[in-house]
């Protein structure tokens, strides 16, 4: 069974995944970067460049975004065009646009401009046989193209029909909201990872979704104050119904220190983990690679050397593999396990790694032992490491900016919540704090500080020590 726990803090929004009982997977949602990327604007061109086969349109932000021309586009200043953005804006580079809108469902990924359907590549040949007749049972053939995403691999022909409508029926009301107006601007916001995590598991095994209570809009006065307000149970009630009943509303907004997701999440915010039976590993990322490095510490074993070599080796494999996941390493991965003598072993071991990494499809490759013992591992990233944000490593403390102001709101919150102010005193709260990781905290969070004080109505003082 598997349980989804949400936070939505002043900084950031996150999920975890924890499947019987344990921490598979965390998302973070930093509401102070740049979102935009999939969101779908109504825009204006306002200058072509003929020369570079590109213009600038005007989608309603501060500058106007940047696009290429496909060779026979006719395009003029002036035009309405419904586009999307494909990149955000980095250094001195705009917003990059293309018109070749895509919409994401369940399923499948719909792209009306284009006429191609192909299939996710960890999808097997199999079910990539079997998907191509549902679709052409669909008789979604020759004039819509669609990406058939890898979870369309156990859905059947009414899931596949359902998801196709409501994408097709999606994109007709985005073309009439494109033409209600003349003016540049947002018509539908993309799904962020946390809403589109959700629609992916709300399956038997889910037990229970926990989030805010006052996340709720409803809660709220019925008002979404923003385009990034998340009503969670909204999402559930639009995909299926028959979950509401596992959505769990918690009245502390701690939620990640309430269901024990913190205390889980220090195994991957530390390079050395310890197992129960005293062995460990400690993980060392440089830029070239990063290195796994495997040690028995205090487990006694056997009297037989080999067998407690093998029993420290195959005991830390799922472990390693859970690491490798959850941290989302990437690159050339390097782990130096205890020397085995036995070839057989080496290759046993090699067999249960592919096992434990086998949930990541194509994205990890183990490659075996090398001449001197090691085992090499190759992965492509699938997407940002949460590392980088709670880890600064400007600072030698490594605390960054976003776990300092987290632990400032959960310090809020145990106030608050757990009765240490009393109703007839000041609602103010003292935080001693390290004078580095004050200064730190100043210059990256200050404004954040400022929404911590407003939400939870308290005036928080810093003293420096």
Request: proline share 1%.
């Amino acid at each position: 069974m598997k349980r989804i726990i949400i936070e939505d803090f002043c900084n950031a929004r996150k999920l975890a995944l924890l499947e019987e009982d344990k921490l598979t997977k965390l998302i973070i949602e930093d509401k102070f970067k740049d979102g935009l990327v999939g969101n779908i604007y109504r825009g204006r061109v306002h200058k072509v460049v003929k020369g570079m086969d590109a213009c600038f349109v005007d989608i309603g932000l501060e500058e106007p975004a940047y696009m290429k021309i496909k060779r026979g586009q006719s395009t003029y200043v002036g035009d309405l065009i419904l586009v999307q953005i494909s990149k955000s804006a980095k250094g001195d580079k705009r917003v990059s646009l293309t018109r070749e809108v895509s919409i994401q469902g369940r399923y499948m990924v719909y792209i009306p401009s284009n006429d191609k359907i192909s299939y996710s590549n960890k999808l097997t040949k199999s079910q990539v046989l079997d998907l191509k007749a549902k679709i052409e049972e669909l008789g979604v053939t020759g004039n819509r193209g669609l990406i058939v995403r890898t979870e369309a691999g156990l859905a059947c022909i009414d899931d596949l029909k359902d998801d196709f409508n409501i994408l097709r029926d999606s994109y007709e009301r985005l073309e009439e909201s494109f033409k209600s107006s003349l003016s540049p601007g947002l018509i539908k916001r993309a799904k962020g990872q946390i809403e589109t995590f959700i629609g992916y598991n709300l399956d038997k095994d889910l037990e229970a979704i926990v989030y805010p209570q006052d996340m709720d809009v409803d809660f709220n006065n019925g008002a979404a104050e923003s385009l990034d307000k998340l009503d969670i149970r909204a999402i559930v009630k639009s995909i299926d119904r028959s979950y509401l009943g596992r959505l769990v509303r918690d009245k502390n907004p701690a939620t990640f220190s309430n269901h024990g997701v913190n205390a889980r999440l220090t195994s991957y915010l530390s390079n050395k983990i310890r197992l129960r039976n005293g062995s460990y590993i400690v993980i060392d990322k440089t830029e070239a690679m990063t290195v796994i490095d495997v040690n028995s510490g205090r487990y006694i074993g056997s009297a037989n050397y080999a067998n407690t070599v093998i029993d420290v080796n195959m005991g830390l494999v799922d472990e390693i593999a859970r690491q490798i996941l959850m941290r989302d390493l990437s690159g050339i991965i390097i782990v130096d396990f205890i020397d085995m003598k036995s070839e057989k072993d080496r290759e046993d071991l090699v067999r249960k790694m592919n096992r434990a990494l086998g949930a990541d499809g194509k994205n990890t490759k183990v490659h075996g032992f090398t001449r001197l013992g090691l085992l090499e591992i190759s992965r492509r990233r699938s997407q940002d490491s949460f590392e980088s944000y709670y880890y600064s490593h400007e600072s030698r403390d490594y605390y960054s900016a976003n776990r300092l102001v987290d632990l400032v709101e959960e310090e809020a919150i145990s106030h608050i919540y757990h009765d240490l102010i009393k109703d007839d005193e000041e609602k103010s709260l003292v935080i001693e704090i390290e004078a580095g990781r004050y200064k730190r905290l100043m210059a990256e969070k200050k404004e954040v500080i400022g929404q911590i004080e407003d939400k939870y109505g308290l005036v928080i003082e810093f003293r420096t020590v």
